[in-house]
């Protein structure tokens, strides 16, 4: 799984001198939890059937994925047989699971290796939703992981709503299950943190405990992408992520935002074969049914497209004028758009690397007949036009 980890993408980010003022991290190794088949089915209106599931999994196997979460086994039969399934042909399946006998027992049953345990501990969910105290909560937690433990798994633990969460009763469970669990998982729930905000709290967190600590964000505001950063680099190991950032309401953190990031800004590496994020990117997109908007950064249609005839001019001479991320590095290619926003060297550089060579009174005239139009257009139209001179 981690024999891409060694590979330098430098090469790849055009990073200014003051992109990493202020971040002081060794350069490390970042695991990437993906479950875009558990949260990011989550999404509303999304399904994905066995079939689809299962090549998802084999996907993100592929893609370098450390551990991917494939689902809730007790939610349906359909889901137990597929992670069941999955748990067959590849080793890294985690199962989610409330802290309760039955649904542990669904995952055991699964054959999953791994189980992702969980229980709300902010009062407002304590209260609200489950209905129990403090107390009941805290020996809830102990049971629950005592019982997986015993049937030979290993235990990831989320403290649900964490960010809303008392610190010292969030101290108080902590400290009581960190010679139990492998991961301590922070889930921003609702995703009201801020960067800042996310970095002391995990700061904060890392008093607790010792043991591996992932951090889990949803983009409520916008954040999800810049929580997850900040909290790797106040200590985190691992992040919890989707592909395209689908998932419940406004969606998680991006595992292409955030790997992309982390060789950015952290000089740090994961196992993700960079190369393939585009592909799968796109897979999700079509099983999902949910296209990412046009301006998505690393995978939007328009995130390596460029009209403006300043920064095409640059783009031309130099990509590293305009472009902080070599497109080439997730085999993506660039896209010169002509529009009424465009310059003569976009004309010039479209023409010719199609055999076709003008006058500069010609592609004066192209480019006029072009802003007539007072639309961006494809390179067939920009051939066609430029038949006619």
Do not use: W
Not at 300 to 318: D, K, R, T
Not at 345 to 365: F, H, P, Q, S, V
């Amino acid at each position: 799984m981690c024999v891409f980890d060694s590979i330098d993408y430098g090469d790849f980010f055009n990073m200014g001198e003051y992109s990493r003022l202020g971040i002081n991290t060794e350069k490390r190794r970042i695991k990437i939890f993906d479950t875009t088949l558990r949260d990011g089915e989550q999404s509303p209106g999304v399904y994905f059937n066995k079939n689809t599931k299962t090549n998802i999994a084999l996907k993100l196997y592929d893609l370098g994925v450390d551990m991917i979460e494939a689902g809730f086994p007790a939610v349906s039969d359909e889901e137990f047989e597929t992670i069941k399934g999955l748990n067959n042909i590849i080793d890294n399946v985690c199962s989610l699971s409330r802290c309760n006998i039955n649904d542990i027992n669904k995952v055991i049953d699964s054959n999953s290796n791994t189980i992702h345990l969980f229980i709300a501990t902010s009062d407002i969910h304590m209260e609200y939703k489950l209905k129990m105290t403090r107390e009941e909560v805290s020996k809830r937690i102990i049971d629950s992981i005592d019982y997986a433990k015993d049937h030979g798994l290993k235990v990831i633990f989320s403290p649900e709503d964490a960010t809303r969460t008392d610190i010292n009763f969030l101290r108080e469970i902590i400290s009581g299950i960190n010679n139990k669990v492998e991961t301590i998982n922070i889930p921003d729930t609702i995703g009201i943190m801020n960067p800042i905000s996310m970095y002391y709290f995990i700061k904060k967190i890392r008093e607790f405990t010792k043991n591996n600590i992932s951090v889990h964000c949803h983009n409520d505001f916008g954040l999800a992408t810049a929580n997850t950063l900040s909290g790797l680099i106040a200590g985190a190991d691992e992040v919890q992520v989707t592909v395209n950032g689908i998932g419940e309401r406004s969606g998680n953190a991006a595992l292409e935002e955030v790997v992309s990031s982390v060789y950015g800004f952290l000089n740090s590496y994961t196992g993700i074969k960079m190369e393939k994020l585009y592909e799968i990117s796109k897979y999700i997109s079509s099983e999902s049914n949910i296209t990412p908007q046009k301006n998505k950064a690393i995978i939007g249609e328009n995130a390596f497209a460029h009209e403006a005839g300043i920064h095409v001019q640059g783009i031309i001479n130099n990509s590293r004028t305009y472009e902080a991320i070599n497109p080439e590095l997730f085999n993506i290619k660039r896209k010169i758009v002509i529009g009424k926003h465009s310059g003569k060297a976009a004309i010039k550089y479209i023409l010719e690397n199609n055999g076709i060579n003008k006058t500069d009174d010609e592609i004066n005239d192209i480019l006029n007949k072009i802003k007539m139009y007072n639309k961006s257009i494809n390179e067939d139209f920009l051939l066609e036009v430029s038949k006619n001179e």
